[in-house]
């Protein structure tokens, strides 16, 4: 077989300036235990931004930025016009999060660029890093921010009043954070994408338990939020007899007890979950008036969602005397399908790469879940230490990085060089 391109940018991948990056990168919000607590929009998500801005700027790259902060580091191609092949994820992390949550994707594709100019390949189309704003959410509602803006799902103008814990508007925040990068040359949403790839650690055990470097992504699962409301009446806990009782957390029990069983499915993809659950008025002596608990509900087909919600409508209808309940929707994101030809281009280069990995389903959201509706998209996820993340002792193997960034290089290159 000729040597590709691909296998030419993929060799030029360096794991040791990966990993430093990585360790560069988590300064900037660094905590004591060792995590990063890098918020959307902080102090500590404008120096970041500022750092990759000044790598990009420092290897002659174009960077630009749209008007969420969404920023964009181009290699240019042969043809000015066509649209990128981009690669990218994001840079803010949880209050108490990680090394390498979105920073990982942010810096695989960069080192992509890197590997690229060192290749001295020329591609057709330009190669771009994307580091999307808000992935997390955790500061500014909604997460996923600068990606579903830039899809469309979401209005700037909507959002740009929303305020943070302490009272901080977006408008302002979102000022500040773009003046740390100055004078950029401003980007439209919704600009064509030739096809997107983000990598990302895996935030699960599969590939570390199955000793695989490599997923290539095809879909993320579905998610669907609920509300559960039950009504009883508060009542003496010493005097009341049984039959005059209407007491909200046995109604609770009833359904939740139906709800696991039904939730038991073969194959073990379901994802059910009751994560809040208050019970008022919460006094040891006092019969439970109400009841309220959240079910976060997952799947990667919609059919199994519809499944369930089935389940949780007729537990809500049958199963509540001499209560009364009310489940109400919170949430709702249809499972996403991955680009058919981005994942088998992906597949090809994991196997003439020689990486050992499997197709899975993102049991978690992704920015690429909103590029998908917009341009062909998929992922690649590298294990993380026992699957931990959102958590400040997030790990992954320098080596595991190498693997996947040699994915992506492979990958774009590839789709770059086509018409
Ligand atoms: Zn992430």
């Known amino acids: 077989m000729p040597v590709e391109a691909g296998e030419r940018v993929a060799a030029r991948i360096d794991e040791a300036r990966l990993w430093q990056r990585h360790m560069e990168m988590a300064r900037f919000g660094g905590t004591p235990a060792g995590g990063v607590n890098r918020q959307a929009l902080s102090e500590a998500d404008g120096e970041a931004r500022r750092q990759i801005v000044g790598w990009a700027q420092g290897r002659g790259y174009e960077v630009a930025s749209d008007a969420i902060g969404n920023l964009f580091i181009r290699r240019p191609g042969r043809d000015a016009n066509a649209a990128p092949v981009i690669g990218g994820s994001h840079l803010d992390s949880q209050p108490t999060g990680g090394k390498f ?16 100019d060192e290749a001295g390949i020329e591609t057709r189309r330009p190669v771009e890093v994307v580091s999307w704003l808000n992935e997390e959410g955790s500061r ?60 990302h650690i895996e935030q699960g055990p599969v590939l570390e338990e199955a000793g695989e470097s490599v997923a290539v992504v095809e879909g993320v699962q579905g998610l669907r939020w609920f509300g559960v409301e039950i009504t009883g009446e508060a009542a003496h806990a010493g005097t009341t007899p049984r039959a005059l009782r209407r007491d909200a957390l046995k109604t609770a029990n009833a359904m939740l007890t139906r709800l696991y069983q039904a939730a038991q499915d073969q194959a073990d993809l ?16 006092t019969v439970p008036a109400r009841v309220y608990f959240t079910i976060d509900l997952r799947h990667p087909e919609a059919a199994e969602i519809a499944r369930m919600t089935h389940e949780i409508e007729a537990a809500t209808r049958d199963l509540t005397a001499p209560c009364e309940a009310a489940a109400s929707r919170l949430a709702d994101s249809p499972p996403t399908v991955f680009d058919a030809e981005v994942v088998a281009t992906l597949e090809r280069w994991r196997d003439r ?53 040699r994915l992506l290089a492979a990958t774009l290159t590839d789709l770059a060089l086509r018409d």
Do not use: W
């Open 140 to 199: 500014f509602q909604p997460g996923t921010m600068g990606a579903s803006i830039h899809a469309g799902s979401v209005f700037l103008d909507d959002i740009l009043h929303v305020t943070d814990a302490d009272g901080i508007v977006l408008s302002d925040a979102l000022k500040a954070y773009l003046a740390t990068t100055p004078d950029l040359p401003e980007r439209p949403f919704g600009f064509p994408i030739a096809a997107y790839v983000e990598p």
């Open 270 to 285: 379901l994802r059910f979950t009751v994560g809040r659950f208050e019970v008022l008025p919460g006094a040891p002596n």
């Open 353 to 405: 790469l020689g990486l050992a990995g499997r197709r899975m389903m993102s049991g978690a959201g992704h920015d690429a879940m909103h590029i998908a509706r917009v341009a062909p998209a998929a992922m690649i996820f590298v294990p993380c230490e026992k699957g931990i993340s959102h958590h400040e002792s997030e790990n992954a193997k320098p080596e595991d990085l190498a693997a996947g960034a």
């Open 101 to 116: 949550d979105g920073a990982y994707g942010v810096l695989a594709a960069f080192e992509v660029l890197e590997a690229l």
